[in-house]
Protein backbone atom coordinates (compact mmCIF):
# COMPACT_ATOMS: atom_id res chain seq x y z
CA UNK A 1 0.00 0.00 0.00
CA UNK A 2 1.09 3.61 -0.73
CA UNK A 3 1.71 5.26 2.53
CA UNK A 4 0.03 9.13 2.82
CA UNK A 5 2.72 11.69 2.87
CA UNK A 6 2.17 14.90 4.74
CA UNK A 7 3.96 17.80 4.60
CA UNK A 8 6.11 18.56 7.53
CA UNK A 9 5.14 21.93 9.16
CA UNK A 10 9.10 22.77 10.16
CA UNK A 11 9.88 22.09 6.55
CA UNK A 12 7.25 25.15 5.54
CA UNK A 13 8.87 26.97 8.48
CA UNK A 14 12.34 27.33 7.45
CA UNK A 15 11.15 28.01 3.59
CA UNK A 16 9.01 30.82 5.22
CA UNK A 17 12.37 32.11 7.18
CA UNK A 18 14.94 31.94 4.30
CA UNK A 19 12.70 33.08 1.96
CA UNK A 20 12.24 36.49 4.41
CA UNK A 21 16.03 36.27 5.21
CA UNK A 22 16.60 36.79 1.81
CA UNK A 23 14.71 39.86 1.02
CA UNK A 24 16.23 41.43 4.42
CA UNK A 25 19.49 40.73 4.04
CA UNK A 26 21.04 42.43 0.92
CA UNK A 27 22.79 40.74 -1.99
CA UNK A 28 26.77 40.92 -0.90
CA UNK A 29 28.01 40.21 -4.31
CA UNK A 30 26.05 43.35 -5.48
CA UNK A 31 26.63 47.29 -4.37
CA UNK A 32 23.44 48.94 -3.88
CA UNK A 33 23.35 52.08 -6.09
CA UNK A 34 21.63 54.05 -3.53
CA UNK A 35 25.02 53.58 -1.67
CA UNK A 36 26.98 54.63 -4.44
CA UNK A 37 25.04 57.75 -5.05
CA UNK A 38 25.00 58.35 -0.85
CA UNK A 39 28.67 57.89 -0.73
CA UNK A 40 29.21 60.75 -3.77
CA UNK A 41 26.64 62.99 -2.12
CA UNK A 42 28.89 62.64 0.98
CA UNK A 43 32.17 63.49 -0.76
CA UNK A 44 31.07 66.34 -2.80
CA UNK A 45 29.96 67.89 0.56
CA UNK A 46 33.36 66.92 2.29
CA UNK A 47 34.90 68.86 -1.17
CA UNK A 48 32.63 71.67 -0.82
CA UNK A 49 32.91 72.36 2.70
CA UNK A 50 36.71 72.40 3.09
CA UNK A 51 36.35 75.47 0.66
CA UNK A 52 33.30 77.35 2.28
CA UNK A 53 35.01 76.50 5.74
CA UNK A 54 37.96 78.56 4.24
CA UNK A 55 36.63 81.88 4.28
CA UNK A 56 35.90 82.00 7.73
CA UNK A 57 39.07 83.59 8.64
CA UNK A 58 38.90 85.73 5.32
CA UNK A 59 36.14 87.81 5.29
CA UNK A 60 36.50 90.22 8.14
CA UNK A 61 40.33 90.66 6.67
CA UNK A 62 38.94 91.33 3.10
CA UNK A 63 36.20 93.84 4.29
CA UNK A 64 39.00 95.15 6.26
CA UNK A 65 41.92 95.50 3.56
CA UNK A 66 38.60 97.33 1.33
CA UNK A 67 37.94 99.82 4.35
CA UNK A 68 34.72 99.12 5.19
CA UNK A 69 33.47 99.89 8.64
CA UNK A 70 32.55 96.75 10.46
CA UNK A 71 29.11 97.31 10.39
CA UNK A 72 29.32 97.18 6.76
CA UNK A 73 31.95 94.37 7.00
CA UNK A 74 28.87 92.56 9.37
CA UNK A 75 26.10 93.10 6.79
CA UNK A 76 28.40 91.73 3.93
CA UNK A 77 29.13 88.37 6.22
CA UNK A 78 25.08 88.56 6.31
CA UNK A 79 23.98 89.23 3.23
CA UNK A 80 23.67 85.74 2.41
CA UNK A 81 21.81 84.31 5.27
CA UNK A 82 19.16 87.09 4.53
CA UNK A 83 19.06 86.25 1.06
CA UNK A 84 19.00 82.51 2.23
CA UNK A 85 16.19 82.98 4.21
CA UNK A 86 14.25 85.09 1.88
CA UNK A 87 14.00 82.61 -1.35
CA UNK A 88 14.22 79.23 1.27
CA UNK A 89 10.06 78.50 0.26
CA UNK A 90 10.99 79.15 -3.70
CA UNK A 91 14.25 76.91 -3.09
CA UNK A 92 12.46 74.06 -1.65
CA UNK A 93 9.92 74.32 -4.00
CA UNK A 94 12.31 73.84 -7.05
CA UNK A 95 14.15 71.23 -5.40
CA UNK A 96 10.67 69.14 -4.53
CA UNK A 97 10.16 69.15 -8.58
CA UNK A 98 14.07 68.10 -9.79
CA UNK A 99 16.79 68.25 -7.28
CA UNK A 100 19.51 67.67 -9.39
CA UNK A 101 19.13 70.65 -11.44
CA UNK A 102 18.31 73.26 -8.35
CA UNK A 103 21.92 71.81 -6.65
CA UNK A 104 23.23 72.18 -10.21
CA UNK A 105 22.10 76.08 -10.79
CA UNK A 106 23.27 76.65 -6.83
CA UNK A 107 26.02 75.77 -6.94
CA UNK A 108 27.02 77.36 -10.19
CA UNK A 109 26.02 80.48 -8.59
CA UNK A 110 27.83 79.70 -5.56
CA UNK A 111 31.37 79.45 -7.84
CA UNK A 112 30.41 82.77 -9.82
CA UNK A 113 29.44 84.64 -7.04
CA UNK A 114 32.29 83.90 -4.61
CA UNK A 115 34.30 84.56 -7.86
CA UNK A 116 32.62 88.25 -8.27
CA UNK A 117 32.87 88.76 -4.61
CA UNK A 118 36.68 88.68 -5.03
CA UNK A 119 36.66 91.10 -7.63
CA UNK A 120 34.72 93.78 -6.40
CA UNK A 121 35.63 96.52 -3.84
CA UNK A 122 32.05 98.65 -3.34
CA UNK A 123 30.07 97.66 -1.28
CA UNK A 124 26.64 98.22 -3.11
CA UNK A 125 28.11 95.85 -5.74
CA UNK A 126 29.41 93.37 -2.94
CA UNK A 127 25.57 93.18 -0.98
CA UNK A 128 24.42 92.39 -4.79
CA UNK A 129 26.49 89.28 -4.95
CA UNK A 130 26.89 88.24 -1.62
CA UNK A 131 22.52 88.29 -1.27
CA UNK A 132 22.96 86.04 -5.14
CA UNK A 133 25.23 84.11 -3.31
CA UNK A 134 22.70 83.11 -0.45
CA UNK A 135 19.90 82.09 -3.55
CA UNK A 136 22.61 79.88 -4.75
CA UNK A 137 23.36 78.02 -1.61
CA UNK A 138 19.76 78.03 -0.26
CA UNK A 139 19.12 76.00 -3.83
CA UNK A 140 21.65 73.83 -3.48
CA UNK A 141 20.96 73.38 0.01
CA UNK A 142 17.12 72.31 -0.75
CA UNK A 143 17.90 69.51 -2.94
CA UNK A 144 20.64 68.31 -1.66
CA UNK A 145 18.51 67.83 2.15
CA UNK A 146 16.05 66.20 -0.51
CA UNK A 147 18.03 64.14 -1.95
CA UNK A 148 19.78 62.90 1.19
CA UNK A 149 16.59 61.86 2.46
CA UNK A 150 15.13 60.06 -1.18
CA UNK A 151 18.76 58.05 -1.01
CA UNK A 152 18.47 57.46 2.50
CA UNK A 153 15.52 55.78 1.99
CA UNK A 154 16.07 53.63 -0.62
CA UNK A 155 19.81 52.43 0.85
CA UNK A 156 19.37 49.20 3.33
CA UNK A 157 21.36 51.02 5.87
CA UNK A 158 19.03 53.07 8.40
CA UNK A 159 18.42 56.88 7.67
CA UNK A 160 19.84 58.41 10.87
CA UNK A 161 22.90 56.45 9.81
CA UNK A 162 22.91 58.05 6.88
CA UNK A 163 22.24 61.40 7.87
CA UNK A 164 24.73 61.08 10.78
CA UNK A 165 27.26 60.18 8.22
CA UNK A 166 26.34 63.73 6.01
CA UNK A 167 26.98 65.69 9.02
CA UNK A 168 30.58 63.72 9.47
CA UNK A 169 31.64 64.66 6.35
CA UNK A 170 30.42 68.61 6.74
CA UNK A 171 31.94 68.91 10.11
CA UNK A 172 35.52 67.23 8.94
CA UNK A 173 35.16 69.48 5.71
CA UNK A 174 34.85 72.26 8.07
CA UNK A 175 37.45 71.75 10.31
CA UNK A 176 39.83 71.01 7.79
CA UNK A 177 39.17 73.74 5.71
CA UNK A 178 39.59 76.40 8.46
CA UNK A 179 43.22 75.86 9.25
CA UNK A 180 43.82 75.18 5.61
CA UNK A 181 41.99 78.72 4.67
CA UNK A 182 44.04 80.75 7.45
CA UNK A 183 47.64 79.32 5.81
CA UNK A 184 46.10 80.20 1.98
CA UNK A 185 45.10 83.57 3.32
CA UNK A 186 48.64 83.67 4.89
CA UNK A 187 49.95 83.08 1.93
CA UNK A 188 48.28 84.64 -0.71
CA UNK A 189 45.85 87.00 0.97
CA UNK A 190 42.04 87.42 1.24
CA UNK A 191 40.88 87.26 -2.23
CA UNK A 192 42.66 83.76 -2.52
CA UNK A 193 40.04 82.12 -0.31
CA UNK A 194 37.35 83.29 -1.89
CA UNK A 195 38.92 81.36 -5.32
CA UNK A 196 38.94 78.41 -3.46
CA UNK A 197 35.27 78.37 -2.82
CA UNK A 198 34.88 78.84 -5.97
CA UNK A 199 36.97 76.05 -7.03
CA UNK A 200 35.58 73.40 -4.76
CA UNK A 201 32.05 74.41 -5.75
CA UNK A 202 33.04 73.50 -9.53
CA UNK A 203 34.10 70.35 -8.25
CA UNK A 204 30.93 70.09 -6.07
CA UNK A 205 29.04 70.69 -9.51
CA UNK A 206 30.62 68.47 -11.27
CA UNK A 207 29.89 65.48 -8.74
CA UNK A 208 26.53 66.39 -8.19
CA UNK A 209 26.10 65.98 -12.42
CA UNK A 210 26.95 62.52 -12.10
CA UNK A 211 24.26 61.55 -9.14
CA UNK A 212 20.71 60.45 -10.42
CA UNK A 213 17.34 62.23 -10.10
CA UNK A 214 15.75 61.12 -7.27
CA UNK A 215 12.88 63.36 -7.05
CA UNK A 216 11.00 61.60 -9.98
CA UNK A 217 11.10 58.21 -8.44
CA UNK A 218 10.24 59.32 -4.81
CA UNK A 219 7.04 61.42 -5.68
CA UNK A 220 6.04 58.21 -7.55
CA UNK A 221 5.67 56.01 -4.73
CA UNK A 222 3.31 57.73 -1.80
CA UNK A 223 4.15 61.22 -2.66
CA UNK A 224 2.37 62.46 0.58
CA UNK A 225 3.45 59.53 2.90
CA UNK A 226 7.84 60.09 1.66
CA UNK A 227 6.55 64.50 1.90
CA UNK A 228 6.14 63.36 5.68
CA UNK A 229 9.52 61.04 5.60
CA UNK A 230 11.43 63.55 3.92
CA UNK A 231 10.50 66.26 6.61
CA UNK A 232 11.51 64.22 9.66
CA UNK A 233 14.61 62.71 7.62
CA UNK A 234 16.04 66.46 7.37
CA UNK A 235 15.91 66.58 11.33
CA UNK A 236 12.26 68.18 12.83
CA UNK A 237 11.06 66.31 15.05
CA UNK A 238 7.90 64.63 14.64
CA UNK A 239 5.77 67.06 16.70
CA UNK A 240 7.25 69.74 14.35
CA UNK A 241 6.39 67.68 11.66
CA UNK A 242 2.23 67.89 12.63
CA UNK A 243 2.45 71.37 13.44
CA UNK A 244 3.61 72.28 9.93
CA UNK A 245 0.80 70.28 8.62
CA UNK A 246 2.75 66.97 6.74
CA UNK A 247 1.25 64.23 8.05
CA UNK A 248 1.67 61.12 6.44
CA UNK A 249 -1.45 59.41 5.28
CA UNK A 250 -2.14 55.73 4.38
Not at 18 to 24: F, H, P, Q, R
Not at 128 to 136: K, M
Given at each position: TNALTLPCPSQGRRADD???????LPDRTSVNPALLSHFSLLLSQFILFVGISAIIPTLPLYGRSLGLSSIANGVVIAAPALSLH????????RADRTQKPAMMAGMALVALFDV???LLSALPSLL?????????RGLAKAGERGMLADLAGRAPAPRGWALALQRAAVGLGVAIGAPVGGEVVEEFGPRSALLCVSATAVAALGMYALLPETAAAAALSSPRKDAGDNWRAIGMEAQEADDCGVKPTG
Open positions: ASLLSKLLFSHLSGELTSVVRLGLGLG
